[in-house]
């Protein structure tokens, strides 16, 4: 996208076609404008749609920029956060309501491809959280007992079934959760936002909101070109927003992430690296996840940004660290390079702003976008209609606060992966 081949990757080189779009050009009027082309935002725009409601979706750049097209494709339940934590971070009322709607968050994901009938090379296999070492083990068997005791279907893999799964003995065990999956991501959204369109969205890109004003009752969104209003505004632009919402942006820390995908590979590989096609990540602070795609390509990646001296480094970790956990895949060579940026709030969970009446939105999902971003949309959509109050949503309302030394932070942690892979991090 933008003419950047490490923006997008190798999601953009095999995600089908968008709908035809263009620059809002006229003015416009709607019940409501959703400003994002995302997950959540074509997500409430979709549930909108349906549910009779005019809507308008405003994006700056092009559908499925920034996160969502980005995304590694892991369809996960739950956030990083451990389960019984979540009360004591947000309450019993909303870590419960998070909990639930986030644990059955494939489950909708899922659903609406179906529904759809969304081409987005869907694996329904699970994923693996793989322990490395003593440490990590004790990590995933907690997190495997306190979703199984809210009736999860999680299950613990010992290091030898692990292996079986994925190919390689460097893991002491897996949490097995098999609500998850992975998809192509950027497929997943275009074809969202197809489904959007055949319910009535109208979808402007290369529309970036510059301004908003309060007329009565009904707010103006201007771009740089024409104005839309309407009654109320989805705010959908997340760890990517500018303009009138960049504090959303302000608030969270950018973690850098990269990957890399192989060729295909043979079939005697494809029959011995994973398998079944599942998702995994592993228990490292500066954490490693591997997938497949549809074709057979190994999908690897990393914290890191692929800039400056970083492009190097990292491809150059990737490739040892390849040769350690597949010894049988020899030399590997790279079809696409690409990365993004992880917005990461202070307590790792996402947040809900109410800007101004009738201008809502979630942000936040600290590396978790494609299940909280599709049922987010979804709950935005029903608050809106009047189907869930305020005070019935998933998260308290919050206002955007800067988390300190932001900017350090980003800094520390991009040098600190290329440190961290230069000198031969093992995995």
């Not at 419960?96 to 659903?111: A, I, K, Q, S």
């Not at 990540?281 to 692929?306: C, H, N, P, Q, Y």
């Not at 020899?330 to 696409?336: A, P, Q, S, T």
Request: proline letters at 6%; charged letters at 20%.
């Amino acid at each position: 996208m933008l003419n950047d081949p490490r923006s997008h990757g190798l999601w953009e080189k095999t995600a089908p076609p968008p709908p035809v779009t263009g620059p809002l050009a006229t003015d416009a009027s709607a019940d409501v404008i959703v400003v994002g082309g995302g997950f959540t935002g074509i997500s409430a725009a979709l549930h909108l749609a349906e549910a009779g409601r005019s809507v308008i979706l405003l994006e700056g750049a092009e559908i499925g920029f920034g996160g969502a097209g980005r995304n590694v494709g892991l369809i996960n339940a739950g956030m990083w956060v451990m389960p019984d934590d979540l009360p004591g971070e947000l309450g019993d009322v909303h870590g419960e309501r998070l909990l639930d709607l986030l644990g059955n968050g494939p489950r909708v994901v899922m659903e609406l491809i179906d529904n759809h009938a969304i081409a987005c090379e869907l694996e329904r296999n699970g994923t693996l959280h793989c322990a490395v070492g003593e440490s990590g083990l004790r990590e995933i068997e907690d997190r495997a007992s306190q979703w199984q005791k809210r009736g999860a279907p999680v299950e613990l893999l010992d290091a030898a079934e692990t292996a079986a799964r994925i190919g390689t003995t460097a893991y002491a065990g897996a949490l097995l959760d098999k609500r998850a999956g992975t998809l192509q991501p950027l497929a997943y959204v275009r074809g969202l936002a197809h489904a959007a369109t055949r319910a009535g969205v109208t979808l402007h890109t290369s529309s970036r909101v510059v301004s908003t004003e309060r007329i009565g009752s009904r707010w103006k969104v201007a771009t740089d070109r024409a104005s839309v209003t309407a009654e109320w505004i989805v705010v959908a632009t997340d760890a990517y927003s500018t303009g009138p919402w960049e504090r959303v942006r302000t608030e969270q820390v950018y973690l850098p992430y990269f990957n890399l995908a192989t060729r295909p590979l043979a079939p005697d590989l494809l029959s011995s690296i994973l398998p079944k096609r599942e998702g995994v990540w592993d228990t490292k602070e500066i954490l490693s996840s591997f997938r497949m795609d549809k074709a057979g390509r190994l999908v690897f990646g990393s914290v890191g940004a692929l800039r400056n001296g970083g492009a190097a480094i990292h491809k150059a970790w990737a490739r040892r660290s390849l040769a350690r956990l597949f010894p049988q895949l020899g030399k590997v060579d790279f079809e696409c390079e690409w990365f993004g940026q992880i917005g990461m709030t202070t307590n790792a969970l996402p947040r809900f702003h109410r800007f101004a009446p009738n201008v809502v939105g979630f942000s936040g999902y600290n590396g978790r976008g494609i299940a909280p971003g599709t049922v987010f949309g979804r709950v935005l959509a029903r608050h809106i209609l009047g189907e869930i109050a305020e005070a019935e949503l998933p998260l308290p309302l919050t206002e955007p606060s800067d988390p300190p030394m932001r900017r350090l932070k980003e800094a520390y942690y991009e040098a600190g992966a290329q440190v961290a892979h230069f000198v031969g991090e093992r995995f």
